[in-house]
């Protein structure tokens, strides 16, 4: 089994900055990439950031200048920094890993832009 941890979410005003962290567990060998997903009410789940385990990354187009994708690979850990959030932001942020056996979810950590 493999289990994602989110944390970091929360309520922040426009111009604002949240921090996202994922931790991986369980039967895990090896990461080909972790990353990060949003899903906005009545939208589809979008890729916003990723991570491969040699360090290259991918950025949706309306996040780039903004946010920034770490990984922390003793630790199995994933994070999202986001600076200068937009209530276009607002959804529910959802880690994926990407392993031998599969890719994995988190549970969703809820970031609200609003003032």
């Known amino acids: 089994q493999v289990q994602l941890v989110e944390s970091g979410g929360g309520l922040v005003q426009p111009g604002g900055s949240l921090r996202l962290s994922c931790a991986a567990s369980g039967s895990i060998f090896s990461i080909y990439a972790m990353g990060w997903y949003r899903q906005a009410p009545g939208k589809q789940r979008e890729l916003v950031a990723s991570i491969t385990s040699g360090d290259s990354t991918i950025y949706e187009d309306s996040v780039k200048g903004r946010f920034t994708i770490s990984r922390d690979s003793a630790k199995n850990t994933v994070y999202l920094q986001m600076n200068s959030l937009e209530p276009e932001d607002t959804a529910v942020y959802y880690c994926?890993?990407?392993?031998?056996?599969?890719?994995?979810w988190g549970q969703g950590t809820q970031v609200t832009v609003s003032s």
């Open positions: 994926n890993v990407h392993i031998l056996r599969g890719y994995y």
